[in-house]
């Protein structure tokens, strides 16, 4: 297990837009496997690559389901709309309300390159949302509705 440094608000890389990943090797794994670790011992639901300072579009979330890796997620689907309260690992002691779809279809790859789609609704779909805009250097604080 090898726990990665959190990237906080106020370091610029937050904000820049994650790089396609082309190559599905053992870096990639072992990315996604301290990327989990990582997220687990903050006590955290979802986290993206670029939180530990490195530009590769890809997350590991777990909301108490079982372990979802995604490398090259994309949002294919949107249905309904939700608003409930979120928190993020490089926002501390922010919470507020953000408006997201209540449900989300997401095509993929896993960690081999092979092609996945990952369905999602609820906190699920909050979660997919969230990771993926920290890939497109997006953080929700940015979206909240009403702060806590
Ligand atoms: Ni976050």
């Known amino acids: ?8 608000k106020g370091d610029d890389i937050l904000y820049k837009k994650s790089k396609e990943v082309k190559i599905f090797d053992e870096k990639l794994a072992q990315l996604l496997d301290d990327m989990y670790d990582t997220m687990k011992n903050a006590d955290g639901v979802g986290l993206a690559a670029v939180q530990v300072g490195v530009l590769k579009r890809c997350l590991v ?19 309904g709309e939700q608003t409930g309260q979120e928190g993020c690992l490089s926002v ?25 789609i990952q369905e999602g609704e609820d906190l699920l779909a909050v979660a997919l949302c969230h990771e993926i ?3 497109n250097g997006e953080l929700f604080d940015d979206k909240i509705i009403e702060k806590q």
């Open 133 to 135: 805009d920290h890939l």
């Open 1 to 8: 297990m090898a726990l990665r440094t959190i990237r906080k």
């Open 61 to 79: 979330i777990d909301i108490g389901e079982g372990r979802i890796e995604l490398v090259n997620p994309v949002i294919t689907e949107r249905e």
């Open 92 to 116: 501390p002691d922010v919470w507020g309300d953000v408006k997201r779809p209540k449900k989300v279809k997401v095509s993929a790859f896993d960690r081999k390159g092979k092609s996945i």
